[in-house]
Nanobody, 114 residues
Framework: VQLQASGGGLVQPGGSLRLSCAAS????????MNWYRQAPGKERELVAT???????DYGDSVKGRFTISRDNVWRTLYLQMSSLEPEDTAVYYC?????????WGQGTLVTVSS
C-alpha cells in the first residue's frame, strides 16, 4: 500500500487549500480513509474520516471549514480546507488501515501565515 499526499503550501489566514492523497496497492473503494495532522510540538490529531459508504466524520476544530471527499475511480482522497487559521498549520497525513496495519502517506506541510 502506498499513499502519496500533495497540495500543501503557504496560505494566508482566511484562505483555502485542497490536499490530495493518491492511493495504490489496495482496493481503495472499500477502505475507510482518514486525514490526520500534526502541528509542531503537538500530538497527531484526526481531522476527518470518510468510509466506504461515504459517511463522514470531522474533528471539532475543523467542522464547517474542511470537507473530505474521495474519488474511487481515480483512487484519490481529498481534503478541501477553507477559512484557514494559523492554528491549522501542521503536516497533514492521509492514512488507512489495511489488513490490520496502519499505513501513512509521507505528509504535506500546510502553513497558514500572513
Amino acid at each position: 500500500v502506498q499513499l502519496q499526499a500533495s497540495g500543501g503550501g503557504l496560505v494566508q489566514p482566511g484562505g483555502s487549500l485542497r490536499l490530495s492523497c493518491a492511493a495504490s496497492g489496495l482496493n481503495f473503494k472499500i477502505y475507510t480513509m482518514n486525514w490526520y495532522r500534526q502541528a509542531p510540538g503537538k500530538e497527531r490529531e484526526l481531522v476527518a474520516t470518510i468510509r466506504d459508504d461515504h459517511s463522514i466524520d470531522y474533528g471539532d476544530s475543523v467542522k464547517g471549514r474542511f470537507t473530505i471527499s474521495r474519488d474511487n475511480v481515480w483512487r484519490t482522497l481529498y481534503l478541501q480546507m477553507s477559512s484557514l487559521e494559523p492554528e491549522d498549520t501542521a503536516v497533514y497525513y492521509c492514512s488507512t488501515i489495511f489488513r490490520g496495519r496502519a499505513f501513512w502517506g509521507q505528509g504535506t506541510l500546510v502553513t497558514v501565515s500572513s
